[in-house]
Every structure is written in C-alpha cells, then in structure tokens.
T-cell receptor, first 116, second 116 residues
Framework: AQSVAQPEDQVNVAEGNPLTVKCTYS??????LFWYVQYPNRGLQFLLK??????LVKGSYGFEAEFNKSQTSFHLKKPSALVSDSALYFC??????????????FGKGTKLSVKP | SAVISQKPSRDICQRGTSLTIQCQVD?????MFWYRQQPGQSLTLIAT?????????ESGFVIDKFPISRPNLTFSTLTVSNMSPEDSSIYLC?????????????FGSGTRLTVV
C-alpha cells in the first residue's frame, strides 16, 4: 500500500538552529512528493515539491528538502529556524494508482515548535 | 497556482441538520478533492469530485452522507448530511492543476464544523 510516514509527532528547535522534519514514503512508480504547512485555524499552504530533476528542492520561506530515492525519504530542512515557523507540517505523496490525476496521501503531521 | 475560495470558514450546526460547503477555484483545474481533518489528525480523503458525473468515494464514506457536486471545472460542493457530533471536523477542498508546465495541489482555507 502507498503511504507516508512522519516518525516524529513533535520537533522542538531553538530559534536560529537548523531544523529537520523527517518523512519517508512508500509508493508504486515514481514519487511525486510535497510538503505543506498548516497554521492554527488555517488551510494548508504549499512549501515545496519534488517531481523530477535535482534531488535538493528549495521552497518557500527558506525551506528545502532532499529527495533520497535509496532511503525513500524526503526530509524537510531549514538552516536557521524562526519562531514564526512554529506550525504543523505535512508530508504528502501522490497516489500513483490514480495516475496523473491521483489524490495526495498525507503523513500524520509533525508539530514544529521553535522557541526563542 | 490556482486560488480556492472556500465557504463557510466555520459553522456550528445542530445535529440532524445538513451543511453545504462550497469551493470556487479561480481557474479551470484538472481534479478536485474533498478531505476531512479530524481534531489533531491528518487529512483523510473523502472523495474525488468528478466534473459532470458522480463523485468517487473512499472506503468509509458514502454518497448519502456526503453528497458532492461538481457542475463545472471551477466549482464543487460538499454536503454533510444528517450531522452528528462525530462529524465535527475541518473539511478541506483541494484542486489539482496538471498541465501547461505546472503540476500541483492547492487547498482551500478549510471549513471548521462543530456539531452540537
């Protein structure tokens, strides 16, 4: 079955330190991978995606993610965390059984807390 | 990327009643999806809204409870019928754009439903 795993329910980081939010996936065929952020009482905001090309993907707000095919991972990173980065982060993979029109399958989410 | 206007943003409803949620996209999109996010949980796909035909429902979701319409390529509605407190969740619509050099999923801001 296709799935996404986010092994950490919560990640705590001090402001200014680097952060990593982990994601691994299982999918048939080529993975289409996405990261979204959700602030309280808000919808999902797109951060970045990997479809093809360079394994290191840069996205919004200084975030980046590295696609690692051998480890089936797509970890989200930021060199220097801000308090305003505190939010709920979701990793998602396209359901390839739907082909190019497939829906997204989401991980359970990781709460990021950045302390001053 | 597309922009989705989702209404209402929140509502408090009496059990046994129904609520219709609307999503309007500012451009034609390939696919539209409806998700439910229960408190503290990830996003679960309810159904794929098919333009001009019946929606495709995921296991555990049925048309009588969650009727969906998609009359054209930019608009969809989800109705939560005969509501009970267990239906209290955030409901989100999503649109897939897959063509003309861009591939991505956009989300509405969500509808926070409380059933009392």
């Amino acid at each position: 079955a296709q799935s996404v795993a986010q092994p950490e329910d919560q990640v705590n980081v001090a402001e200014g330190n680097p952060l990593t939010v982990k994601c691994t996936y299982s999918v048939s065929g080529n993975p289409y991978l996405f990261w979204y952020v959700q602030y309280p009482n808000r919808g999902l905001q797109f951060l970045l995606k990997y479809i093809t090309g360079d394994n290191l993907v840069k996205g919004s707000y200084g975030f980046e993610a590295e696609f690692n095919k051998s480890q089936t991972s797509f970890h989200l990173k930021k060199p220097s965390a801000l308090v305003s980065d505190s939010a709920l982060y979701f990793c998602a993979v396209r359901d390839n059984y739907g082909g190019s029109q497939g829906n997204l399958i989401f991980g359970k989410g990781t709460k990021l807390s950045v302390k001053p | 990327s597309a922009v989705i206007s989702q209404k209402p943003s929140r509502d408090i409803c009496q059990r046994g009643t129904s609520l219709t949620i609307q999503c309007q996209v500012d451009s034609q999109v390939t696919m539209m999806f409806w998700y439910r996010q229960q408190p503290g949980q990830s996003l679960t796909l309810i159904a794929t809204a098919n333009q001009g035909s019946e929606a495709t429902y995921e296991s555990g979701f049925v048309i009588d409870k969650f009727p969906i319409s998609r009359p054209n390529l930019t608009f969809s509605t989800l109705t939560v019928s005969n509501m009970s407190p267990e239906d209290s969740s955030i409901y989100l619509c999503s649109a897939l754009q897959g063509g003309q050099g861009y591939y991505g999923y956009t989300f509405g801001s969500g509808t926070r439903l409380t059933v009392v």
